[in-house]
């Protein structure tokens, strides 16, 4: 019965299936010190100059709010310099092979942190750099996956598989709290070490790097996305055409635009938990579930406007630039002016929780615009494409507990957060207005298609 209920499992549903928890695992690895670090902290002394009593979770170290900020900032050191080459890599040697082994590494070392913790606040610092040094090549070894498995038609639910990292952050935050409150922060750290192990098990088991590389593919299926990608793809290994890259007015504009939309995103990984606990006064496990709403928000209508964006682009009705810019103003023009609001009127803590939520789940369109672009532009190097958008918009998870940190240094209120949240508006708002006047969704000549066809698709557009 097994057997013959896998012939009618579409192989590349399986693929988008692990492409997603592909990405749940990266985000489960990056997120969980930032409610767990609460667990590990002493607590700050109140405007009072007195000391709450906090539960016994495990130890608690000494470490100051910049001591916080660089550790929660390491993860993004080590990740932007493998994001940078992973696309290449990802193309040259296989993106299964290549996020496969760094996510299971990257696990390990995720159940080592408690014994880092007990060492040294820099040997924390360490792990945290080599775990986000292996997980930068997640994302680019995705796209690069998308891009061989995807009909055209489908690039819109592939790249909503993407949003893993989402529900990533959806699971991992309140269950780390429930986690923490009952078992203590080591084992936060070490149910993620042992959840990694299966998924990538798993993983191997099930995803290929190309349709011709699937061992049990059906010839039917295999044709099908072969025909349908047509001559957009080659399959000689080449190495990405840089100078041209840079010289392109089109990946400057998507550059800038992911740049915003991981701001936001950023900013509210980092930051959220933190927010609720200390200044709105969330207990732990309230303020991981409250955390993860707007990430539940944004993983659903990333699914929604991927679909929408879909039935557009089958039906015609606008061309993908367009659709491209379209979809701007729900993944980037909206949030920005959510968070002005919540600058402005969010004093209510109910009333930020629900602001925050609406912001980023707005964002969820991002699937339709910043995060589908990279596709359009240069099917051949899509990976490349990613990974070095990937490795500027990381910076905001370093920036971003920095700004948090300066803002709060002497005070940790409402108040304080005021121009935070202006900063993070403007984030958004402005990169998507330039990729109103500069961005496009054709692909570009530099993506070097062989073939004798003539192509009114393909493009050069250069600074």
Same mark, same amino acid.
């Given at each position: /019965?097994?057997?013959?209920?896998?012939?009618?499992?579409?192989?590349?549903?399986?693929?988008?299936?692990?492409?997603?928890?592909?990405?749940?695992?990266?985000?489960?690895?990056?997120?969980?010190?930032?409610?767990?670090?609460?667990?590990?902290?002493?607590?700050?002394?109140?405007?009072?100059?007195?000391?709450?009593?906090?539960?016994? *979770?495990?130890?608690?170290?000494?470490?100051?709010?910049?001591?916080?900020?660089?550790?929660?900032?390491?993860?993004?050191?080590?990740?932007?310099?493998?994001?940078?080459?992973?696309?290449?890599?990802?193309?040259?040697?296989?993106? $299964?092979?290549?996020?496969?082994?760094?996510?299971?590494?990257?696990?390990?070392?995720?159940?080592?942190?408690?014994?880092?913790?007990?060492?040294?606040?820099?040997?924390?610092?360490?792990?945290?750099?080599?775990?986000?040094?292996?997980?930068?090549?997640?994302?680019?070894? +995705?796209?690069?996956?998308?891009?061989? #498995?995807?009909?055209?038609?489908?690039?819109?639910?592939?790249?909503?598989?993407?949003?893993?990292?989402?529900?990533?952050?959806?699971?991992? #935050?309140?269950?780390?709290?429930?986690?923490?409150?009952?078992?203590?922060?080591?084992?936060?750290?070490?149910?993620?070490?042992?959840?990694?192990?299966?998924?990538?098990?798993?993983?191997?088991?099930?995803?290929?790097?190309?349709?011709?590389?699937? %061992?049990?593919?059906?010839?039917?299926?295999?044709?099908?996305?072969?025909?349908?990608?047509?001559?957009?793809?080659?399959?000689?290994?080449?190495?990405?055409?840089?100078?041209?890259?840079?010289?392109?007015?089109?990946?400057?504009?998507?550059?800038?635009?992911?740049?915003?939309?991981? #701001?936001?995103?950023?900013?509210?990984?980092?930051?959220?938990?933190?927010?609720?606990?200390?200044?709105?006064?969330?207990?732990?496990?309230?303020?991981?579930?409250?955390?993860?709403?707007?990430?539940?928000? $944004?993983?659903?209508?990333? @699914?929604?406007?991927?679909?929408?964006?879909?039935?557009?682009?089958?039906?015609?009705?606008?061309?993908?630039?367009?659709? $491209?810019?379209?979809? +701007?103003?729900?993944?980037?023009?909206?949030?920005?002016?959510?968070?002005?609001?919540?600058? /402005? +009127?969010?004093?209510?803590? *109910?009333?930020?929780?629900? &602001?925050?939520?609406? %912001?980023?789940?707005?964002?969820?369109?991002?699937?339709?615009?910043?995060?589908?672009?990279?596709?359009?532009?240069?099917?051949?190097?899509?990976?490349?494409?990613?990974?070095?958008?990937?490795?500027?918009?990381?910076?905001?998870?370093? @920036?971003?507990?920095? &700004?948090?940190?300066?803002?709060?240094?002497?005070?940790?209120?409402?108040?304080?957060?005021?121009?935070?949240? &202006?900063?993070?508006?403007?984030? *958004?708002?402005?990169?998507? &207005?330039?990729? #109103?006047?500069?961005?496009?969704?054709?692909?570009?000549?530099?993506?070097?298609?062989?073939?004798?066809?003539?192509?009114?698709?393909?493009?050069?557009?250069?600074?």
């Amino acid at each position: /019965y097994l057997r013959l209920f896998a012939v009618y499992v579409p192989k590349r549903l399986n693929v988008a299936i692990m492409l997603f928890m592909a990405c749940l695992l990266s985000y489960m690895m990056r997120v969980n010190l930032s409610i767990n670090i609460i667990a590990m902290v002493e607590p700050t002394p109140n405007e009072n100059g007195t000391t709450v009593a906090q539960p016994d *979770y495990g130890p608690r170290y000494n470490w100051t709010q910049s001591d916080q900020a660089l550790l929660l900032g390491a993860y993004f050191y080590g990740y932007m310099i493998t994001s940078l080459p992973a696309g290449t890599l990802a193309e040259m040697l296989g993106a $299964r092979n290549v996020a496969g082994y760094s996510c299971l590494v990257a696990g390990i070392l995720t159940a080592l942190t408690p014994a880092a913790a007990a060492w040294d606040k820099y040997a924390v610092f360490a792990v945290r750099f080599l775990i986000g040094f292996l997980n930068g090549v997640v994302y680019p070894c +995705c796209h690069s996956l998308v891009s061989k #498995w995807s009909p055209p038609n489908e690039k819109g639910k592939f790249v909503a598989s993407l949003m893993g990292g989402t529900f990533g952050t959806v699971i991992t #935050w309140p269950i780390s709290g429930v986690i923490i409150e009952n078992l203590g922060w080591r084992w936060a750290f070490y149910a993620v070490g042992i959840f990694v192990t299966i998924v990538v098990a798993t993983w191997f088991y099930l995803v290929a790097d190309t349709p011709a590389q699937h %061992s049990s593919i059906s010839l039917k299926e295999r044709e099908y996305i072969e025909s349908s990608l047509g001559n957009t793809l080659s399959t000689k290994k080449k190495l990405p055409p840089y100078k041209d890259l840079l010289l392109s007015m089109p990946f400057w504009s998507l550059m800038l635009l992911h740049y915003g939309s991981m #701001w936001g995103l950023f900013f509210l990984i980092t930051a959220t938990p933190k927010f609720l606990s200390e200044v709105l006064g969330f207990k732990l496990a309230s303020a991981g579930f409250l955390s993860s709403l707007p990430h539940v928000a $944004r993983l659903l209508c990333a @699914f929604g406007f991927g679909a929408v964006a879909d039935w557009i682009r089958k039906r015609g009705w606008l061309s993908v630039t367009n659709m $491209r810019k379209s979809f +701007c103003l729900p993944s980037h023009i909206l949030p920005g002016v959510m968070l002005i609001i919540l600058a /402005y +009127c969010g004093r209510d803590p *109910y009333v930020c929780v629900a &602001i925050m939520t609406i %912001s980023l789940g707005f964002n969820g369109a991002a699937t339709a615009s910043n995060l589908a672009n990279s596709q359009d532009l240069a099917p051949n190097f899509a990976g490349t494409l990613y990974g070095i958008i990937n490795c500027i918009g990381t910076t905001p998870g370093i @920036f971003s507990p920095l &700004i948090v940190a300066a803002f709060t240094k002497d005070e940790n209120t409402i108040e304080q957060w005021h121009w935070v949240f &202006i900063i993070g508006a403007a984030a *958004y708002i402005l990169p998507a &207005i330039f990729f #109103w006047f500069f961005g496009s969704g054709k692909i570009q000549k530099w993506n070097e298609v062989e073939t004798t066809e003539s192509r009114e698709d393909i493009v050069n557009t250069k600074l």
